[in-house]
C-alpha cells in the first residue's frame, strides 16, 4: 500500500520532547495517537507516537525517539508518512498537484499550482498565473470543481476580481 505524506514536523514545544506539527492528514484523531508509528524523510527511522494532544489549535506529537527538547529538535523538518486510510483517499497532496496547469471551467489556461497552503479554515492553492503573478484560490469545491490527476490539470471556477488581488 502506497503511503501519504500525514504531517511535517515543526518545533519543539516545551521540554519533554513534544514537537508542532504541520497536519497533512484530514484524520488527525485517527492517525495521532499513542502508539502509532511513522515512516520518516529524510530516514530518521520510524517514529512512534508517545503523546498527542492540540494545544491552542495547534498539534502537538510527543514520540519515543525523543524524549527531551534537545532530541525534539534534531527532527525538524522532518516528513512523517503511513499507509492511505479509507478517509484519505479523496484527499489531495502536495506532490500530487505541484506543477499541475489550472485551467477556467471554459478550458482556457489560469497558470500552473505552485504550492498547496494547508490552513485551519480552508487550504489554499497557490497559483504562478499566466502573466507571473501569484493568486491563492481557496481550495474548495465552489472555487476548485474538479482535480483530474489523470488528465493532469485542475479546473478552477474563481468568483470575478479573485485573481486580480494584489494587483
Known amino acids: 500500500m502506497d503511503e501519504v505524506l500525514v504531517a511535517r514536523i ?4 516545551g ?6 506539527v504541520q497536519v497533512h ?4 484523531e485517527e492517525r495521532f495517537v499513542s502508539g502509532a508509528t511513522f515512516s520518516t524523510d529524510p530516514d530518521r527511522g520510524p517514529l512512534t507516537v508517545r503523546a498527542a494532544r492540540v494545544h491552542n489549535g ?9 524524549l527531551d527538547r534537545t532530541a525534539a529538535e534534531g527532527l525538524r523538518g522532518t516528513r512523517l508518512s503511513a ?5 484519505e483517499n479523496d484527499a489531495y497532496y502536495e506532490d500530487d498537484l505541484v506543477g499541475l496547469p ?3 471551467t471554459a478550458g482556457a489556461s489560469i497558470g500552473s ?8 479554515a480552508q487550504d489554499l492553492l497557490e497559483v504562478e498565473l499566466a502573466d507571473g503573478r501569484t493568486a491563492y484560490l481557496p481550495f474548495v469545491e465552489q ?13 478552477a471556477d474563481p468568483p470575478p476580481g479573485l485573481l486580480d488581488l494584489g494587483e
Open 113 to 120: 499550482v505552485k504550492a498547496l497552503i494547508s490552513r485551519p
Open 143 to 155: 472555487i476548485v470543481p474538479e482535480v483530474d490527476l489523470d488528465a493532469g490539470r485542475v479546473v
Open 83 to 87: 499507509p492511505a486510510v479509507d478517509d
Open 102 to 104: 489550472v485551467v477556467d
Open 58 to 66: 495547534i498539534q502537538l506529537l510527543a514520540f519515543e525517539e525523543a
Open 10 to 13: 515543526g518545533k519543539p514545544h
Open 15 to 20: 521540554l519533554r520532547g513534544e514537537v508542532t
Open 25 to 28: 492528514t484530514d484524520v488527525p
